[in-house]
């Protein structure tokens, strides 16, 4: 059986994952920096952990301390964001030690980096495939879902509904977000777009305005549905964007807090002659979502699901991954 590695796995969604992948009976081990909580978690789990950090240049060579922790491994799963900080080096890592690399990041940058580096990973016999939480599992799918609509599609527009709390790798994610700055990809290139304006969507209880934001979304929706303008919007409710200090966030919603706040997203095609496609999905809470999905990623690549390059969900598991998991619908307009 191959083997998984779970890294970041003591984090709020990492636990959970590792957790989730202990009940499907995956071949896993688990990793981090810290010794003290990684050894209770594999003692909770009865599974092997590991200790190493990771660092090093956006680009260049892997760390040989990071590639020589990945002995043994078949998949790595990363879950320490922000993964501005940790995608690069592990990704590199993966490249030199042979191993696929599957995070759950919604930053554009991470998705950029593992474009740039796939003809190289697919020389490797390597896939990076980020992004297999939520986001990007139920966008991508609806994004191919509403493109297989329409005769000729020429944009795609995706806004995502963020309801209820925050955790706190989240909030410290979206502030890469934030800092890579507005862009749209417009023919096929990505370009700065300051200039863009908030809209209207509705997630089914009317109109809401969403401002412009630039998720991982505009990289992969270009290559799962070969859509050449494509723009991201977020809708934010309640105290979902927190200010302040963000390392003094809690680590996460609490299971009730969950339960409270289902997920959804809404995806619309506008095709050559002006008529405009829209679905949306909804899913349980991107907290519960995202373990089951990076989980149930995991286990289909380990069983040889794998196309070696730069990914996308969508596009390696199909349209319909994201209706796999439990809870979740897609209405069209």
């Not at 191993?99 to 796939?118: H, P, Q």
């Not at 998720?215 to 991201?232: E, K």
């Not at 506008?270 to 286990?299: K, Q």
């Not at 390059?309 to 796999?324: D, I, K, M, S, V």
């Amino acid at each position: 059986m191959k083997k998984l590695l779970i890294y970041g796995a003591t984090g709020y969604t990492g636990r959970m994952a590792a957790e989730r992948a202990k009940a499907s009976g995956l071949d896993f081990e688990i990793a981090g920096r810290n010794r003290q909580t990684l050894a209770s978690l594999a003692d909770a789990l009865a599974v092997p952990f590991r200790i190493f950090s990771v660092g090093g240049a956006v680009d260049g060579d892997a760390d040989a301390g990071t590639t020589q922790s990945l002995a043994g491994i078949d998949v790595l799963l990363n879950f320490a964001g922000p993964f501005a900080q940790t995608a690069a080096p592990l990704m590199r890592a993966c490249l030199d030690a042979g191993v696929d690399y599957l995070d759950i990041t919604a930053e554009i940058n991470v998705y950029r980096l593992a474009e740039r580096l796939g003809a190289e990973a697919a020389e490797a016999d390597v896939m990076l495939l980020p992004g297999v939480g939520w986001d990007v599992v139920p966008t991508d799918c609806l994004a191919v879902h509403v493109a297989q609509r329409v005769h000729d599609p020429k944009s795609l527009s995706v806004a995502l509904q963020v309801p209820g709390a925050m955790s706190r790798g989240s909030a410290m994610s979206v502030s890469e977000i934030i800092g890579a700055g507005l862009m749209a990809r417009v023919d096929g290139h990505l370009v700065a777009t300051p200039e863009a304006q908030p809209r209207d969507f509705d997630f089914g209880e009317g109109p809401v305005q969403c401002a412009p934001l630039s998720f991982g979304d505009l990289v992969t929706g270009w290559h799962s549905t070969g859509i050449s303008n494509i723009a991201m919007y977020v809708h934010v409710s309640g105290e979902a964007f927190p200010e302040g200090d963000l390392s003094q966030l809690p680590d996460g919603p609490t299971a009730e807090q969950r339960e409270a706040h289902r997920a959804r997203a809404v995806a619309e095609v506008t095709a050559a002659d002006g008529t405009v496609f829209r679905s949306m999905i909804e899913t349980i809470n991107g907290y519960s979502y995202t373990p089951l999905s990076a989980v149930e990623a995991a286990r289909r690549v380990l069983e040889g699901e794998r196309r070696p390059g730069f990914e996308t969900p969508a596009r390696l598991f199909g349209g319909g991954f994201a209706g796999t998991i439990e809870g979740t619908t897609i209405t069209d307009f």
